[in-house]
T-cell receptor, first 113, second 109 residues
Framework: DTGVSQNPRHKITKRGQNVTFRCDPI?????LYWYRQTLGQGPEFLTY????????KSRLLSDRFSAERPKGSFSTLEIQRTEQGDSAMYLC???????????FGPGTRLTVT | KNEVEQSPQNLTAQEGEFITINCSYS?????LHWLQQHPGGGIVSLFM???GKKKHGRLIATINIQEKHSSLHITASHPRDSAVYIC???????????FGTGTRLKVLA
């Protein structure tokens, strides 16, 4: 399968714990995006990378959130001291730089209890 | 007011009906993307268009740049078309999507 993959698919954690999600983009794609989607809403932009450089971060990304793409391939999104409001689907997408179409992964559903 | 508005929010149809989902936006775009999301979260790309019309199987997407409006049509709808359909715009000068809230479609057998 050469699509975008995300792990884990589901994560249940207790409030206050740290969680980390991983996204593996399509291999030749330079751009990688993270989105968050809450129930009944469309996805909202969190951040994106061009290769290993993080070029933009949304105001939604509080200090408890950090994202990395250390070698310009896979990316991780970490949430520290999780809160119940962090419960959502976290989606990753990737695209070729010169083509704008983004291809989405299956998402990681986070539940904070 | 959201930059991307979809209508209707919910739609129930009988199998075989012709379905139209609308998307209006208020900013300049370089392209518009129609996406399908099934229960469980996976998002599938349907169409990306910047002008005119595209067709794939029973799906047709149109866009009118001057009117800032796009429609997604499903002909001869089937229960397997039941999903959330999301309109996303790629704003001019950026590579960031802005999404509509989606249209939840249920097609009854």
């Amino acid at each position: 399968d050469t699509g975008v993959s995300q792990n884990p698919r589901h994560k249940i954690t207790k409030r206050g714990q740290n969680v980390t999600f991983r996204c593996d983009p399509i291999s030749e794609h330079n751009r990688l995006y993270w989105y968050r989607q809450t129930l009944g809403q469309g996805p909202e932009f969190l951040t994106y990378f061009q290769n290993e450089a993080q070029l933009e971060k949304s105001r939604l990304l509080s200090d408890r959130f950090s994202a990395e793409r250390p070698k310009g391939s896979f990316s991780t999104l970490e949430i520290q001291r999780t809160e119940q409001g962090d419960s959502a689907m976290y989606l990753c997408a990737s695209s070729l730089e010169q083509f704008h179409e983004q291809y989405f992964g299956p998402g990681t559903r986070l539940t904070v209890t | 007011k959201n930059e991307v508005e979809q209508s209707p929010q919910n739609l129930t149809a009988q199998e075989g009906e012709f379905i139209t989902i609308n998307c209006s936006y208020s900013v300049g775009i370089s392209a518009l993307h129609w996406l399908q999301q099934h229960p469980g979260g996976g998002i599938v790309s349907l169409f990306m268009l910047s002008s005119g019309k595209k067709k794939h199987g029973r799906l047709i997407a149109t866009i009118n740049i001057q009117e800032k409006h796009s429609s997604l049509h499903i002909t001869a709808s089937h229960p397997r078309d039941s999903a959330v359909y999301i309109c996303a715009i790629l704003t001019s000068g950026t590579y960031k999507y802005i999404f509509g809230t989606g249209t939840r479609l249920k097609v009854l057998a």
